[in-house]
């Protein structure tokens, strides 16, 4: 397993220097939601057609990869559909051309109960249509366990309705936890080859039921436990600090915590094998 960190951790850093940091840190990935101060990535200045082959080129002079782009997209409001469509379409084709294997989505909520069926069938239809704008391309669409969707009741009817070699999942830990606890196996169990790509942070559970993210191992999130599973199914991915800096400003600054991501998870990792 390897190592990134996303760009939400560090919303401040210009794209030259999130790549000096993690060149420096001996990160292998990044994983891009956002850069130099442009959320909507295929407008983001690395990324603009005139710069694609000089941003490749740096990555590879570095030994670094794009792990995935992280997009907004989501379809469980049928009047956002065709404008997050659109929107999946470019990542798609900015994917595509700088060689990077995943788009991040979301499936995100569930706005009626008694109407999960009428949901589950709008995010369905958009996955679907994304798979096939792919095509032959080498990018896959990759739903996030975020918002309603760590229920594995809920994302099992999208897996199956969607059914696509071109689709998968991205598995936040936290999210996960925080539906489930701490006994994560019938997760990943179920989940297995679908994971292609993991979010890791930390959160505590306070007694009111609410949960705060908190430094990696300050925390309740069991990331030794959830690695270790990892390494069970054979997983070979990204293990990727997803610290929310960009939300959540008042979180530990990145010069703190990207560098201690790396250290920690070498403990984890040794751990685990």
């Known amino acids: 397993m390897k190592l990134s960190f996303s760009t939400l951790s560090c919303p401040d850093w210009s794209w030259s220097r999130v790549l000096d940091e993690a060149q420096c840190l001996g990160y292998a990935g990044v994983e891009v939601r956002g850069a130099d101060g442009e959320m909507y990535l295929p407008k983001a200045r690395p990324f603009l057609p005139e710069h694609i082959e000089a941003t490749k080129a740096d990555l590879v002079r570095r030994g670094l990869v794009i792990t995935d782009l992280g997009s907004s997209v989501s379809f469980h409001d049928p009047a956002n559909r065709d404008a997050f469509l659109q929107e999946g379409k470019d990542y798609i084709d900015l994917a595509a051309a700088l060689g990077v294997p995943y788009v991040r989505v979301f499936g995100d909520r569930v706005p009626d109960r008694a109407k999960t069926d009428e949901t589950i069938a709008l995010l369905v239809d958009g996955y679907r249509e994304l798979c096939a704008y792919i095509g032959d391309r080498d990018v896959m669409i990759l739903q996030e366990t975020h918002g309603d969707f760590p229920d594995m009741d809920l994302l ?49 559970r306070e007694p009111d039921g609410t949960f705060t993210l908190c430094g990696l191992g300050e925390g309740d999130v069991p990331v030794a436990e959830a690695v270790g599973l990892l390494r069970g199914i054979g997983y070979d991915g990204f293990l990727s600090l997803e610290w929310e800096k960009k939300w959540v400003p008042h979180l530990a600054e990145p010069e703190i915590v990207v560098p201690c991501y790396v250290e920690y998870m070498k403990g984890i990792l040794a751990q685990s094998r």
């Open 156 to 204: 099992r009817p999208v897996l199956e309705g969607v059914d696509h070699p071109k689709f998968g999942l991205l598995w936040d830990v936290a999210h996960v936890f925080r539906i489930y606890g701490r006994d994560l196996a019938p997760f990943v169990a179920w989940a297995g080859s679908r994971i292609r790509h993991v979010h890791l942070k930390d959160m505590r």
